[in-house]
């Protein structure tokens, strides 16, 4: 068993991060919720721990960075076409609220500093859905 755990550790996951091509515009205080809660997953300005560099927790990071960013990215903003920013916006409305977002395996144990309070998910959720009525 612990031949198969290092030899794991040989199947690495890229790691790096693309450049920032536009941010999101948003007030300040909705900023650094979004940095602190979201931008891990859906910003090209992922910050990659220690622990992500250790299979096979390496690889299922990987893939969630991967489709969060594919989803949503803060940092491709402006290659949203105008008509998708208004779903993408009510779409962060609604997972805010339901508190499907951030997911519990990110915030528990390794990032519960991510974890929303009641403001701030009001804060997020209101700001989603006036920045999506104003598209």
């Known amino acids: 068993m612990p031949a198969v755990l290092l030899a794991m550790q040989l199947v690495t996951c890229d790691r790096t991060n693309p450049p920032v091509v536009s941010d999101i515009k948003t007030p300040d205080d909705v900023k650094v919720v979004l940095r602190r809660s979201c931008y891990d997953c859906h910003s090209n300005e ?25 989803h949503l990215n803060f940092s491709e903003w ?47 959720k209101g700001w989603a859905e006036s920045a999506a009525k104003s598209m």
Do not use: C, F
């Open 46 to 70: 992922t910050v990659w721990r220690w622990y992500h560099h250790i299979a096979p927790g390496s690889w299922l990071v990987h893939r969630d960075v991967e489709e969060g960013r594919r």
């Open 78 to 124: 402006d290659g949203v076409p105008p008509e998708k920013r208004s779903k993408k916006l009510q779409g962060i409305a609604k997972v805010v609220a339901s508190g499907d977002m951030p997911p519990w395996w990110y915030v528990y144990p390794m990032h519960p500093g991510a974890n929303l309070s009641d403001q701030e998910t009001a804060l997020l």
